[in-house]
């Protein structure tokens, strides 16, 4: 697992041993930055399930100005320090919140914090054949705080794998799609969200409160 592009190029982060981290494989990071292109220049960003705050130090190495990594696990949260240091990049350039996801969201949305890019390559669900799907992705896209921290003009980007079906709610709109193996990355938009858009509490607001 290495940095593929920008000031950091070539340097090859450190990852947990075993399978309590799936890193997203390079090769997908190749195709989700090709997409993206100069969108990444000066952009904030929040990774979700940042795990060893890959898709972030990625993010940073092409020009990003600011990144997020929320992180449940302390020992995760070890290997984005690590790696933030093997990259070269200042302290300050990723603030690490050692938090449940869905508590982070909640917060930030209180906050009136908005990003430009989040990114978000949680745990794979299982195969959901007659019923709607339980997997963390699922709970991210109906997660009512969410839409709330896309900046007007930015972007959500979701993982996950192709077994699990997920369902769009109408807070969601598709611009792409990409396909590679059995992962699945969903590049999405809030289409209502409105420039100075104030936060208010969401239909149902116990949803995602920590």
Same mark, same amino acid.
């Given at each position: 697992m290495r940095i593929i592009s920008g000031v950091a190029a070539g340097r090859t982060l450190k990852a947990p041993k075993g399978y309590d981290v799936r890193p997203t494989p390079d090769l997908v990071k190749q195709a989700i930055f090709n997409r993206m292109g100069a969108f990444v220049v000066g952009a904030s960003v929040l990774e979700l399930f940042a795990g060893t705050g890959a898709l972030s130090l990625e993010c940073l190495s092409r020009g990003s100005a600011?990144?997020?990594?929320?992180? /449940?696990?302390?020992? !995760?949260?070890?290997?984005?320090?690590?790696?933030?240091?093997?990259?070269?990049?200042?302290?300050?350039? &990723?603030?690490?919140?050692?938090q449940d996801v869905f508590a982070a969201i909640h917060q930030l949305a209180q906050e009136g914090r908005r990003f430009d890019l989040i990114l978000a390559d949680p745990p794979y669900g299982e /195969?959901?054949?007659? !019923?709607?799907?339980?997997?963390?992705?699922?709970?991210?896209?109906?997660?009512?705080?969410?839409?709330? &921290?896309?900046?007007?003009?930015?972007s959500f980007i979701l993982g996950h794998t192709k077994r699990d079906t997920l369902e769009l709610p109408a807070t969601w709109q598709e611009e792409k799609e990409m396909r590679h193996g059995d992962s699945m990355m969903r590049f999405l938009r809030h289409p209502?969200?409105?420039?100075?858009?104030?936060?208010?509490?969401?239909?149902?607001?116990?949803?995602?409160?920590p």
């Open positions: 600011h990144a997020i990594c929320v992180e /449940k696990s302390e020992k !995760h949260a070890h290997f984005i320090r690590q790696n933030l240091e093997i990259c070269g990049f200042a302290p300050h350039s &990723i603030e690490l919140r050692i /195969k959901n054949v007659g !019923h709607r799907s339980r997997s963390l992705a699922q709970k991210l896209l109906d997660d009512p705080w969410l839409p709330l &921290i896309v900046a007007p003009s930015g209502e969200m409105a420039p100075n858009r104030s936060v208010e509490s969401p239909s149902n607001p116990e949803t995602g409160s």
